[in-house]
């Protein structure tokens, strides 16, 4: 049953509002939404669940690409959505409930997006 | 003709810092004379970025940081990021360590679920009912001390298994413990059910049906309150596959129906204590030698006690892991805590609070 963690599927941003109205009118549960910053692009996941069931999709986009809000689909989006757009700076553009970069009390302006010195 | 006249509108700012809050969450309520209308919620008043050390610590050091990011989630932190780790390559523990692992989560559960209701308790001012709680929990605190080393943060897991064993007789005095325990739960159990100023504060508050609680995505014992059959454990992660429980839930909907979860639960992780303990094979080893790095990508999910857990991790193949993300149970269930806030009376507002269980040191890894 542990094998939900490998199934990630790649999507075309275009697809993405599509996808989660599907997953909605299935009864399928947002269960967490990600950015991450790697070889100078973001990788978003979005995964759904359906019980035990888990699919999660996976975004590869370049960094300045405006991508649109599945929040007015799925409420539970605006608060990993402001997270994206806060940490990592994603574009994201329509969230339901927008903070305007004030969703997290933090000092420096998109921490996420540079890499650290290892 | 008379005027209708609307109510105004008053924000009233709840926390950062209030009495029932031990760690800092800040929601702006609108109210309608003494009904909120709508809350809005901000956080990040401790966020530490914890995730993204993971680019300056190499993948066995970063266990230390996982279990850091909350100090009553802890072990299970650490060991889903073990978890996670540990599939991307392919390894199997022993099958002794996937029982201790299993026995340290349940403990962890016994004094996370005995820590909110203490809190709950405060919460509507019966003390002694919050001593209680507390004075319990000491129990298992003391427990998880004498066979890791720590009372919260346990440094047991690493990738690949357990750092340490633990002796026959710490195992006989765990099941001691737990029986203790179940012991002095029994009373304390049965105020938090049948207590008249217990029910009039929780029964009927706060509701969120089952289609709610599938739309605003909440997790663990808020979702399963309402009557959602769903608990990672039975995944079978760690040993729990060679456990045999069954799920607890209500369809109650209602702040009640979410401490009789809670209570329910906390006697289920007593059974799958002793079930786990009877079970547990005799081995010398509880972890197993790791060969190169990780690479290739794993969302590993957990039962924590207030829910559901994800830990994504992202590897490249160096000892430096690309991307770690924790999504935490109370991240989850803050969308579920505004519903519930709308519509219910001001004084209402912190117990409905409490009820989501909130851990915002781990919102705010």
Redesign the interface.
Known sequence: ??N???N?VEIPLEKLVIVASEE?DK?H????A?A???NDKY?L?Y?FVD??E?V?YKLIIDTDTEVPSISRI???A??YENEMKE?FGVKIKGIV?D?ND?????QTKT??LK???? | MSEIIKPKRTIIPFGPQHPVLPEPIHIDLVMEDETVVDAIPSVGFIHRGLEKLVEKKDYNEMVYVAERICGICSFMHGMGYCEAVEHIMDVEIPDRAKYLRTIWCEFSRLHSHLLWLGLLADGFGFEALFNECWRIREKVLDMVELTTGGRLISSVNKVGGLIKDVTPEMLKAMKETVIQVEKELKPVANTFLNDYSVKSRLCGSGILTKEEAIALGACGPMMRASGIEVDLRKTGYAAYDNIDFDIITSNDCDGYARCAVRIGELFQSVEIVRQAIDKIPDSEEVSVKLKGNPKGEFLMRLEQPRGEAFYYVEANGTKFIDRFRVRTPTFANLAPLIHTLKGAPFADVPLLVLTIDPCISCTER
Not at chain 1, 29 to 32: H, M, N, T, V
Not at chain 1, 102 to 106: D, G, T
Not at chain 1, 115 to 118: L, R, V
């Open positions: 049953m542990e939900y963690g490998r990630i909605r009864g549960r947002l269960a967490q990600c991450s910053y790697v990788e996941l995964s019980g035990y888990m999660t799925c409420f539970p605006f608060t940490l409930t903070y004030k969703f997290y009390r933090i921490p996420f890499k650290g010195d290892k």
